[in-house]
C-alpha cells in the first residue's frame, strides 16, 4: 500500500524559512512528478511547486524566487524549502504524487499526504 509520509511544519515568523519534506512508502515502480500544494482556510487548494521525474521544477507566481522544489528519486522523496516566509503562507501544505506505478503493469495513480500545518505569524 503506498503511502505519503510529510514530516515539517509549524510555525514561523515572518520572513523566516522552514523545510517540508515527503516520502512516498509502499511498492512504487515510479513517479511522474511530486510536488507540493496548499489550502487556505476558506480557500481551494492550490499548486505550490512540482517536479517532474526528470528535475524540472514548475512554481506558482506567488512562491517564485522564495521556494525551491527539489526530489530524490532514489528515495521517492521530494523536499520543499520554503524562505521570506510571508502570513499570506499560512495554510495546510499536501504533498502529492501524480502518476505513480507500482510496478510497470499498473495503472497510474495519484496519491495525496495527510497535510501538514504551516503558520506564519506577522
Known amino acids: 500500500q503506498v503511502q505519503l509520509v510529510e514530516s515539517g511544519g509549524g510555525l514561523v515568523q515572518a520572513g523566516g524559512s522552514m523545510r517540508l519534506s515527503c516520502v512516498a512508502t509502499?511498492?512504487?515502480?515510479?513517479?511522474?512528478?511530486m510536488g507540493w500544494y496548499r489550502q487556505a482556510p476558506g480557500k481551494q487548494r492550490e499548486l505550490v511547486a512540482s517536479?517532474?521525474?526528470?528535475?524540472?521544477?514548475n512554481y506558482a507566481d506567488s512562491v517564485k524566487g522564495r521556494f525551491t522544489v527539489s526530489r530524490d528519486n532514489a528515495k521517492n522523496t521530494v523536499y520543499l524549502q520554503m524562505n521570506s516566509l510571508k502570513p499570506e503562507d499560512t495554510a495546510v501544505y499536501y504533498c502529492?504524487?501524480?502518476?505513480?506505478?507500482?510496478?510497470?503493469?499498473?495503472?497510474?495513480?495519484?496519491?495525496w499526504g495527510q497535510g501538514t500545518l504551516v503558520t506564519v505569524s506577522s
Open positions: 517536479v517532474n521525474s526528470g528535475g524540472v521544477p
Open positions: 509502499g511498492s512504487i515502480y515510479s513517479i511522474n512528478a
Open positions: 502529492n504524487a501524480d502518476g505513480l506505478r507500482s510496478s510497470w503493469l499498473d495503472r497510474y495513480r495519484d496519491f
